[in-house]
């Protein structure tokens, strides 16, 4: 099934995973902003954060992931843990723009 497919029948949970295989695969931008748009769909929080726990071992500091967890956690209700996890983060990459709000 292609993404556009999914999309088209509304079946959320597999474009999600095509979707976690090309943030793997390629990373781009637009991968994971497809991805955050996807996950507010498919009602999987804690497979999500699962996920970026896992991805974030196999390439730490990939800031497009951390941004996603920390929005995981704020989206869930942990808000300490998401205002920590984004404080480490901007201390980390102070110039990001994305972060530098």
């Known amino acids: 099934m292609t993404i556009e497919a999914g999309l088209q029948g509304k079946d959320y949970s597999a474009v999600l995973g095509?979707?976690?295989?090309?943030?793997?695969?390629?990373g781009s931008p637009d991968s994971w902003a497809l991805l955050a748009t996807v996950a507010r769909k498919v009602d999987s929080a804690a497979n999500l954060r699962t996920w970026l726990k896992r991805y974030l071992k196999?390439?730490?500091?990939?800031r497009f992931a951390e941004m996603m967890l920390g929005v995981n956690?704020?989206?869930?209700?942990?808000?300490?843990l998401a205002i920590q996890h984004f404080w480490a983060l901007y201390k980390s990459n102070p110039g990001d723009p994305l972060l530098n709000l």
Do not use: D, M, N, S
């Not at 095509?18 to 390629?26: D, Y």
């Not at 196999?58 to 990939?62: A, H, I």
């Not at 956690?73 to 300490?80: I, K, L, N, R």
């Open 58 to 62: 196999r390439k730490p500091g990939e």
């Open 18 to 26: 095509a979707v976690k295989f090309l943030c793997e695969r390629e």
């Open 73 to 80: 956690y704020f989206q869930t209700g942990f808000y300490p």
